[in-house]
């Protein structure tokens, strides 16, 4: 559990999507300037940043090798199957780095359409691991190479939009951090949410879709 300023986000996709260079570049433009040890974990990284209002926020990004995933799923899977206890298995440390995400950003290459093909499943396995007000926020990497192109603008907001998730297509220094900052608001946003509803409880009847909120504030940016 962190405390109210403090978040974790998970950065998944296929192999080659361009996950280092995404969290590279957050790094890059949101530096926490706390001491570093020699042998930093390059697939670890802390941000820092301040709102509007003074408040220091810190972000812990992690790069989730797709392999590994595929493993912790798997394992979940099997214990599940089971009826073993996840908290008292071995793997629960891997299992609780997605318990503890805030959100997720889930990258594809839209240069590789096989990367974009394997996002359902990418999503639908997250949706086991992760917490059920954990964030969502696709990203489609590269598209800077225009004419190297495999998934169109259309084909991603479709998606996007069947799901209720925002989407980015970023390159080099565009719109990383508009992604951010859209996870950020999300994330808050949602401890707001909870917040009033702990001070104000409504009745089940009155209570809003998830689905069809998600779809009201959805957002797309893309690369022109």
Known sequence: MFASNRFKVLVVGSKDCGKTSFIKRLHKENFDNSPSSSNENLHNRALQLTASDGISIKIELSDIDIDEFNEIVKNVATLRQQQQCLASNAMSSSYAEFLD???????????NVISFNCLKTIIDDLAKLVAPDCDLILIGTKCDLKQLRQVSYQQAETFTYKLGLSLFETRTGLNCAAALREMVNKVFEKRAEADTYISHPVEENHAYRTSVLSQMFCRT???V
């Open 101 to 111: 995400a805030s959100g997720v950003f889930v990258l594809y290459d839209i240069t």
């Open 221 to 223: 940016w893309f690369c």
